[in-house]
């Protein structure tokens, strides 16, 4: 029986990958039986049907102390699935779900296990016209494209002012941002990856696609030539200086990853002699209202209608290979986890 509050589970007893640490900064991981109290507080409870990987899962995975200070932990940034127990209002058993960002899966246990507990002001209600499925192939990884995409629309950038460069355009954010872009009509650039993966980049919308050498100028020179209207950088480094020296008068460009560096090697000439603008994107502490905005513009206006051509999906037991995979920089686009087949 249930008090309409809680969908009682068949077993205290469910399965996770966990990551442990068995001396000082050595790690090794595996999915473990987990049991339902090892769980935080928490007022929703939800049972994971589908999660995804993204670069700050690998780097909890691996030990990496920025994105996770304790071990054991369970990784996993995102999660879509349905409320088994809820104590908010707000949210009712049987409800489908979608929870990203915040401190899920870096310190709090994340969706690479069958449940997680996490509180209410965290959880999105899985909008109309997408699935939970369809909400994994997204993820983080997917919201940050899109927030990014609007934030740079939401500065003035306009599809006929030109083009719109997409650095690490095969990875996950990258791969979103492009589709987003050209089904708004917007003509896309994008820089290949380590691997040749044009002929993948042309088939979700690039127009161009370019190499790393060629979005990198290590000349010095304080600015550049003109080309890019807008641009959606998630790589950091050497191309991002770069394409903020060679946008466009009053172009804006978006920063998002570091994978590349951290740093950022530029004066401030782009911005008081052309006006570009640089805005920071921040999806894991986004207001709630904007994110619940811009997950109803991914179920609706932003629906790629190619999502399958951007997407793996792999049972939760070969999540360990998926990982190692990440981690030879072989990944491309989206691989979403079905938590169901282990």
């Not at 990551?19 to 769980?39: C, S, Y």
């Not at 999660?79 to 960002?101: C, H, L, M, N, Y």
């Not at 449940?115 to 959880?123: A, D, E, F, L, N």
Request: glycine residues 10%; contains cysteine.
């Amino acid at each position: 029986m249930t008090d309409g509050r809680t969908i009682m589970t068949e077993s205290n007893v469910f399965k996770a990958l966990v990551v442990n640490e068995t001396e000082k900064n050595t790690f090794v991981r595996g999915i473990e039986t987990r049991t339902l109290d090892d769980l935080p507080e928490g007022d929703v409870t939800v049972k994971v049907h589908y999660s995804s990987l993204n670069y700050k899962d690998v780097l909890s995975a691996t030990g990496n102390r920025g994105v996770t200070r304790k071990y054991p932990h369970t990784p996993g940034i995102d999660a879509s699935g349905v409320v088994a127990e809820s104590t908010a209002p707000a949210f009712q058993p049987g409800d489908e779900v979608i929870v990203t960002s915040y401190d899920l899966g870096m310190n709090t246990p994340g969706g690479y296990g069958e449940y997680i507990r996490v509180p209410s002001g965290w959880v999105v209600p899985r909008p109309v016209g997408l699935s939970l499925r369809e909400a994994m192939i997204y993820g983080t990884a997917g919201f940050t494209a899109a927030l990014s995409v609007w934030r740079m629309i939401g500065n003035g950038v306009e599809p006929d002012q030109g083009e719109i460069l997409v650095s690490g355009a095969t990875g996950g954010v990258g791969s979103i941002a492009v589709s987003i872009l050209a089904k708004s009509g917007y003509t896309v650039v994008a820089v290949n990856g380590v691997v040749d993966e044009s002929d993948y980049l042309k088939e979700i919308g690039a127009k161009e696609v370019i190499r790393i050498e060629d979005a990198t100028d290590t000349s010095g020179r304080p600015m550049l030539r003109g080309r890019w209207a807008g641009a959606i950088d998630t790589v950091g480094g050497e191309i991002l200086a770069t394409t903020i020296k060679t946008a466009n008068p009053n172009g804006t460009v978006t920063c998002c990853g570091n994978v590349a560096s951290p740093d950022l090697p530029l004066n401030v000439f782009p911005f008081i002699l052309r006006g570009v603008t640089l805005i920071g994107i921040d999806s894991q502490n986004c207001p709630m209202p904007i994110r619940t905005r811009i997950w109803q513009k991914i179920a609706s206006d932003w629906k790629i209608d190619w999502l399958e051509k951007l997407t793996t999906e792999a049972p939760f037991s070969d999540l360990d290979a998926k990982i190692e995979l990440m981690l030879q920089g072989k990944h491309k686009g989206r691989t979403i986890i079905n938590m169901a087949e282990i």
